[in-house]
Structures are given as C-alpha cells and as structure tokens.
C-alpha cells in the first residue's frame, strides 16, 4: 500500500499570542491525535526548511517538538514528548539562530554548550539524549517554544523589537504582494 504524503501544517508568525503560551503536558489520552501531528509537522518543518519545529508553532498547546539536523543530508528525524533539560553546561557558546515563526530574522543567542534532556518517544518510552553543538541549540531552542520563550526573547529590549518590527515590515510587504 503506497502512503499518501502528509500537507504541512501551517506554521504561525510572530507576534501572534500563542507562541508565548506555556504548552501543556501530552497526556496518555493525547496518543491517538500524535502520529498525524507528527508528521504534519516534519512536513510544515521541511518546507520551510529548517531543522526543528515545535508543536506550539502550529497553533497545538502540547509538550511535543520535533528536529532533524539531516546530519550527511540523510533523514534522522528526532520526536520528544514532553521533553525537559535535566543539566546543562556551565560552558556557553554563542551561535547564530532563526526561526520559522520568525521567517528571515536572526540574531546570536548565547546558550549552555552541552544539555541532557529527558523525554518520551512515540511509542512512549522514556528516553535521555545528551547533545552539544547544532543539536544542543536545537533542543534548547525548541524547548524554550513550548515554554512560550522565541529565541529574541534572549535578546535585550532594543534588539528584540528592532527584529519585531523588521519583521512586521517585511510580513506587510508580502501581504500587499
């Protein structure tokens, strides 16, 4: 049986509210909805592209984010459920980052070098992944959207709101075509 490709679900763009509300808790009885989620997601974060999406950014209020850094250009697609850092560097790095609620903005966030961080997979089993590097931001980064927290919200005041407005700017434009 040939499977039918997934729509991408559509990513909401800042300053819309949802993004700054703290995501709830997927629950035992929230299984069932996953697996189409889960894949309109990987399919909204391809077609971006980028490498990881949040479920909050597609209007959903759960604890679920998904990432692939396609190390190589080879697939390795990432599910955590209800993930949460459990430790953290005390080495920071700074690294530039975006993000698809953000289209075309960027800015240097510093974060913790290295993370470890628990979550459960699809099929419901509990896992830890340590990671440094691209795959440390990722999951910081992500994470922080299921707490309501957009990476400019790292940012002093000035810079947030200079990319704020860039970005409404450049969302009018696109609207008046």
């Keep these: 049986m040939q499977r039918v490709a997934t729509a991408p679900l559509s990513i909401i763009i800042a300053p819309d509210p949802r993004l700054k509300a703290r995501a709830r808790v997927v ?23 980028g490498i990881g999406l949040a479920a909050p950014q597609v209007g959903v209020s759960l604890r679920l984010l998904v990432i692939d850094l396609q190390p190589e250009d080879k697939p390795a697609p990432l599910v955590l459920i209800n993930p949460e850092i459990i430790a953290t560097s005390e080495e920071r790095v700074t690294r530039e980052e975006g993000c698809l609620s953000l289209p075309n903005q960027y800015a240097d966030i510093t974060r913790p070098a290295r993370v470890s961080v628990r979550y459960s ?57």
């Design 27 to 49: 629950r035992a009885e929230d299984r069932a909805t996953l697996p189409p989620l889960i894949e309109g997601m990987f399919a909204a974060m391809y077609a971006a592209p």
């Design 121 to 177: 997979d699809v099929a419901g089993a509990a896992r830890q992944i340590a990671a440094e590097g691209l795959l440390a931001a990722c999951l910081q980064h992500e994470i922080d959207h299921l707490n309501g927290i957009l990476f400019i919200d790292h940012l002093s005041p000035l810079k947030r709101n200079m990319i704020l407005r860039r970005l409404a700017k450049e969302q009018r434009q696109k609207a008046t075509g």
